[in-house]
């Protein structure tokens, strides 16, 4: 089993910055990848960004690239999810999720965060 909980949502202007934390518990933490996904209103879960056990690999979704950097800290048990030039089409609820393999399918995904909410005002 493991808890996931995310915090550093919230209200922001466009063109502004988050930094999103997911902290860990109850499994090794350091050998599962990491995953970001968005859900707004009315829409489906989507992918934003995943990271590999090491921290070595990376992918994003096009809507977010150059924009946003996922990272993590293993003695931590916490991954980033750095947001930077937030425009109000990235409002949605932000959760983290863990990956025993290397997916960007949420179905894939076997434990989910209760999510933190990002709202970006025009």
């Known amino acids: 089993q493991v808890q996931l909980v995310e915090s550093g949502g919230g209200l922001v202007q466009a ?3 988050l930094r999103l934390s997911c902290a860990a ?9 990491m995953g970001w996904f968005r859900q707004a209103l009315g829409k489906e879960r989507e992918f934003v ?5 090491s921290g070595t690999l990376t992918n994003y979704a096009d809507s977010v690239k150059g924009r946003f950097t996922i990272s993590r ?12 030039s ?5 409002t949605a ?3 983290c999720a ?3 393999g290397w997916s960007k399918r949420p179905e894939d995904y076997d434990y989910w965060g209760q999510g933190t909410q990002v709202t970006v005002s025009s």
């Open 86 to 90: 937030l425009k109000p089409e990235d």
């Open 73 to 84: 800290h293993n003695a931590a048990n916490t991954v980033y999810l750095q947001m930077n």
């Open 93 to 95: 609820s932000y959760y």
């Open 49 to 53: 960004a995943n990271i590999n056990w």
């Open 98 to 100: 863990v990956d025993a």
């Open 15 to 17: 063109g502004g910055s």
């Open 25 to 33: 518990s109850g499994r090794t933490f350091s050998n599962y990848a």
